[in-house]
């Protein structure tokens, strides 16, 4: 486990769900990836990222499917993508990225509470 922080602390990161409305292969990432345009909702908009999530997801599976992601990092280059969001996730037991997502759905934009 990590060292405690504050609410206040917390409450710096920003992490909102969105709603994958693209999704397409990356060949150009050093590991396995895709490339994903989410949908925050009109307050943030529509925002790139890839992920490492090749492995339990297929291109077709990832469109409509809800994640939760961490919208308030600067933007990083990878490859030639400018990933403008950290899209969220856990390792399974293989090490593979499995998507953090809620159980019900939210209106694209709605901050985690």
Do not use: C, W
């Amino acid at each position: 486990m990590s060292g405690e922080i504050t609410y206040a602390d917390f409450e710096r990161v920003d992490i909102r769900v969105g709603t994958i409305v693209e999704a397409s292969p990356f060949p150009e990432a050093r590991k396995p990836a895709f490339k994903l345009v989410i949908d925050f909702g009109p307050e943030i908009g529509l925002k790139k990222s890839s992920a490492q999530i090749t492995v339990n997801y297929t291109l077709e599976s990832l469109v409509g499917r809800q994640v939760l992601a961490v919208v308030n990092f600067p933007p990083r280059q990878i490859g030639p993508v400018r990933s403008e969001v950290l899209t969220l996730g856990f390792e399974d037991e293989n090490g593979a990225i499995v998507l953090a997502a809620v159980e019900q759905p939210v209106p694209n934009g709605k901050k985690m509470m």
